[in-house]
């Protein structure tokens, strides 16, 4: 009989062991690669629940990601989102801001002038040390010494030349138009699966 009851002990210690080892911590987040969700399981798609009805939940997401305080809560939204680990200082390069639990950032960026960094061009007009034969610019032509003539009645001076540039004359400041009507689309390669967030298992402990 003793042997008997200590088999089933043995039995007994074992299955609470292994349920332990399976069972989820409650709010623990998963990768399930199927089209269903496992039971006890709900998809990160920042659903509000009730809190009387999930207490044990609520105590540990608050409303970090939503809802109404005391009544109701939000499950995080992972829906076309990367997470990122929670960071307290502004020193992280390159967002140079603070990242709180459950923030939410939008995809899309549109890049404007206040985006960009300071940054320089270099830019070189090239030109010709032959002397001008043009007083009209175009496109055959290019920047040459100039030639002045003189006379009673006009005044010519000519600056344009169409033998080939052999000087580069530097720049300090030139107004560059804007060109193209698009953003910049930057996105990492994906594989779409669904993230899980455990609502049934063991409660963390604290310490």
């Known amino acids: 009989m003793k042997k ?38 709900m998809r990160c798609e920042g659903q509000i629940l009730n809190v009387m009805q999930n207490q044990a939940l609520y105590s540990l997401l608050g409303n970090s990601y939503g809802g109404s305080p005391g009544t109701t809560f939000a499950l995080p939204d992972l829906r076309e989102r990367m997470p990122v680990g929670v960071a307290n200082t502004t020193n992280w390069y390159p967002f140079s801001q603070v990242f ?67 000087i580069t004359l530097p720049v300090t400041s030139l107004s560059i138009s804007t060109v193209g009507s698009g953003s910049p689309v ?15 298992g063991i409660y963390p402990s604290r310490n």
């Open 4 to 41: 008997k009851y200590f088999l089933i002990l043995v039995i007994s210690l074992l299955t609470i062991s292994t349920y332990a080892q399976d069972t989820p911590i409650l709010g623990e987040i998963r990768i399930f690669p199927g089209k269903t969700v496992p039971r006890g399981w």
């Open 100 to 166: 709180t639990l459950g923030m939410k950032t939008e995809g899309n960026k549109t890049i404007a002038l206040a985006n960009l960094p300071a940054h320089t061009h270099n830019v070189s007009i090239m030109a010709s040390s032959n002397t001008g034969n043009s007083k009209t610019p175009s496109s055959a032509l290019s920047i040459a010494a100039p030639v002045q003539f003189f006379n009673n009645s006009t005044r010519n001076i000519t600056y344009y030349n169409n033998s080939a540039p052999d």
């Open 186 to 200: 930057v996105q990492q390669p994906i594989l779409v699966t669904n993230y899980c967030i455990a609502v049934l």
